[in-house]
């Protein structure tokens, strides 16, 4: 069965780290364009940072430039989101994402993680 699981989302202060997991079943992260998408209460899903297929190209957004990072880990088939100096704006649920375009572009084949609730408190 093919699927993305992600966790590690929480609570934590405003200036504060979390680091979200997304664990890849049924088929290979690396085969794919893959990315982190958040969507905020009342707002719609964005994406926040996806990288190509061969992880040479990525893209990134403007809110989290310099704050957010992505990494894979092949061997486990499971990609990280590293957030650092969290803002309360950055309260959203989060989800893991593969198979998309150009490098952040939802195709009717992408799939989904479930979501991980990240709140940022003052």
């Known amino acids: 069965e093919v699927q993305l699981q992600a966790s590690g989302g929480g609570f934590v202060q405003a200036g504060g780290s979390l680091r979200l997991s997304c664990a890849a079943s049924?088929?290979?992260?690396?085969?794919?364009?893959r990315g982190w998408f958040r969507q905020a209460p009342g707002d719609v899903r964005e994406a926040i940072l996806c990288?190509?297929?061969?992880?040479?190209?990525?893209e990134i957004a403007d809110s989290v430039k310099g704050r957010f990072t992505m990494s894979d880990d092949n061997a486990e088939n499971m990609m990280y989101l590293q957030m650092n100096n969290l803002k309360i704006e950055d309260t959203a649920v989060y989800y893991c994402?593969?198979?998309?375009?150009?490098?952040?572009?939802?195709?009717?084949?992408?799939?989904w993680g479930q979501g991980t609730l990240v709140t940022v408190s003052s």
């Open positions: 049924g088929f290979s992260l690396d085969d794919y364009a």
């Open positions: 990288i190509s297929k061969d992880g040479g190209n990525t």
């Open positions: 994402a593969a198979v998309l375009d150009r490098y952040c572009m939802v195709v009717s084949g992408t799939k």
